[in-house]
């Protein structure tokens, strides 16, 4: 299984912290992990791909810009087909509209990855 974990983050925080916890627990146990954050400007934090990389997640940064940006979510959906993700866990509001946007509406229900939040 793989699961990729989606956060928008402007800090290494509570849940960016348990993010990680979550993803080196997931990993000891056989299950690839990917983490994706969001890059929307100076005040963004990628710190949780530092704070992962080695227990052996992957780590991708989505630009993501303006109110809404039709790419960030085209770019989620690329990369869960390509990676073969089977679940997308956002960590939070902006991602679970992002996952969701990315996923739900890419005609390819049998790759189409469950989305949780």
Known sequence: MRVLHLLSSTGFHGAERMAASLVRSLERRGIG??????RSGPQSNLEILGAV???GAQGVVI???????????RRIRDYALAAGIDVIHSHKYKTNLYAYLG???????AHRPAITG
């Open 103 to 109: 996923c739900a509406g890419d005609g390819a229900a």
């Open 53 to 55: 990389r080695d227990c």
């Open 33 to 38: 992990c990917h983490v994706g954050t969001f």
């Open 63 to 73: 630009d993501c810009h303006g109110r809404f940006d039709r790419t960030a979510a």
